[in-house]
C-alpha cells in the first residue's frame, strides 16, 4: 500500500512540474509518466486518466486532511484550512481550475453534496418531526448549498485568490448561519415567504 501510494505521488509531483511549463489541458499521460519514471502501465493501473490524478492530488493534499473532525463548530475553520492549502501551490489551482473546471466542479460538487446532506440529516434530527424537511426538500438544500459553496471556492481561485480565506469562509458562516435561523422561522411558521 505504502509503495502504491509513492507511486501516485511521484505522478502528483510530475503533474505539478509539468503544470508550470503548460497548461494542464495540453499535457498528456506519457508525460507525465516519463517525467514521474513509470511507464504508461503503472499509471493506468492507479488512474484511468489524468483527470483522475488530479482528483486524487485534490483528495490527498486538500480535501482528506480537512474532513477529519468536521463538525458544524468547525467547518469554516476546515475550509479555511483547505483554502489556506489551495493558497500554497496557488499557480498548480489556479491553472487546473481554469483548464479542468468542469471535470474538477462536478466533483466538487458530489463531495459537496454529500456533506451538506450528511449535516442536514444530522440537524434534521434535533429538530421536533413536523418542523422538519421532507427528503426531496433536504436533497434541494444540500444540492443549493452545494453549489453556493462550490462555485465560490472556484471563483475565488479563478480569481486569483486575492480575498483572504479568513475574510471569505468568516462571510460563509454568517450567510449559512441567517439561512439557518431564517429556514427555521418559515419552518416554524414564524415567517412567510
Given at each position: 500500500?505504502?509503495?502504491?501510494?509513492?507511486?501516485?505521488?511521484?505522478?502528483?509531483?510530475?503533474?505539478?512540474?509539468?503544470?508550470?511549463?503548460?497548461?494542464?489541458?495540453?499535457?498528456?499521460?506519457?508525460?507525465?509518466?516519463?517525467?514521474?519514471?513509470?511507464?504508461?502501465?503503472?499509471?493506468?493501473?492507479?488512474?484511468?486518466?489524468?483527470?483522475?490524478?488530479?482528483?486524487?492530488?485534490?483528495?490527498?493534499?486538500?480535501?482528506?486532511?480537512?474532513?477529519?473532525?468536521?463538525?458544524?463548530?468547525?467547518?469554516?475553520?476546515?475550509?479555511?484550512?483547505?483554502?489556506?492549502?489551495?493558497?500554497?501551490?496557488?499557480s498548480f489551482y489556479m491553472d487546473t481550475v481554469r483548464h479542468a473546471d468542469e471535470y474538477l466542479t462536478r466533483v466538487f460538487l458530489e463531495k459537496a453534496e454529500s456533506i451538506f446532506q450528511s449535516a442536514i440529516e444530522i440537524v434534521s434530527e434535533q429538530i421536533p418531526e413536523k418542523s422538519r424537511l421532507d427528503e426531496e426538500s433536504e436533497?434541494?438544500?444540500?444540492?443549493?448549498?452545494?453549489?453556493?459553496?462550490?462555485?465560490?471556492?472556484?471563483?475565488?481561485?479563478?480569481?486569483?485568490?486575492?480575498?483572504?480565506?479568513?475574510?471569505?469562509?468568516?462571510?460563509?458562516?454568517?450567510?449559512?448561519?441567517?439561512?439557518?435561523?431564517?429556514?427555521?422561522?418559515?419552518?416554524?411558521?414564524?415567517?412567510?415567504?
Amino acid at each position: 500500500m505504502a509503495e502504491s501510494n509513492l507511486t501516485k505521488k511521484a505522478m502528483a509531483d510530475s503533474l505539478k512540474a509539468l503544470t508550470k511549463e503548460k497548461s494542464f489541458d495540453r499535457i498528456s499521460v506519457g508525460e507525465i509518466t516519463e517525467r514521474a519514471g513509470v511507464n504508461r502501465q503503472t499509471f493506468y493501473y492507479h488512474f484511468k486518466d489524468k483527470y483522475e490524478l488530479l482528483e486524487w492530488i485534490y483528495d490527498t493534499e486538500i480535501v482528506a486532511p480537512n474532513l477529519s473532525e468536521l463538525s458544524f463548530d468547525n467547518w469554516d475553520e476546515k475550509l479555511c484550512n483547505s483554502m489556506n492549502l489551495l493558497r500554497k501551490n496557488k499557480s498548480f489551482y489556479m491553472d487546473t481550475v481554469r483548464h479542468a473546471d468542469e471535470y474538477l466542479t462536478r466533483v466538487f460538487l458530489e463531495k459537496a453534496e454529500s456533506i451538506f446532506q450528511s449535516a442536514i440529516e444530522i440537524v434534521s434530527e434535533q429538530i421536533p418531526e413536523k418542523s422538519r424537511l421532507d427528503e426531496e426538500s433536504e436533497g434541494l438544500l444540500a444540492r443549493f448549498f452545494a453549489y453556493g459553496f462550490c462555485g465560490t471556492i472556484i471563483e475565488w481561485i479563478d480569481t486569483g485568490m486575492r480575498e483572504s480565506p479568513e475574510h471569505l469562509t468568516g462571510a460563509m458562516r454568517e450567510v449559512l448561519t441567517a439561512c439557518e435561523k431564517a429556514a427555521y422561522k418559515y419552518k416554524k411558521g414564524e415567517i412567510e415567504l
